[in-house]
């Protein structure tokens, strides 16, 4: 299971995640290999937490991309993260 989690420092008008991909190693580059969920949000909030699973195929490595994203007073930020890649079993 992989528990993704976003914060502000106060409740924002709109918190959360803009695209989360499952990715795999294509001759040395990271590729989408699946798009989980695009453009879930929580408003008013100050957290953000999504939890899933993922099966892949055995031998094949993996990692996760996420695009998070917060929006406040007219203003917005966007964070790119990627997790450590690991194979499946």
Known sequence: ???LVAG???IVDKLGIKTLEIQTKV???WRKHETIIKDYY???AATFIFDFYYY???GTEYRTYVEFYVED???SETKIATSLPKTAE
Do not use: E, L, V
Request: hydrophobic residues 10%; without cysteine.
């Open 1 to 3: 299971m992989h528990s």
């Open 56 to 58: 892949g195929n055995p």
């Open 8 to 10: 502000a420092t106060r």
């Open 42 to 44: 929580k408003y008013d």
């Open 73 to 75: 007073d007219g203003g």
């Open 27 to 29: 001759n040395g580059y």
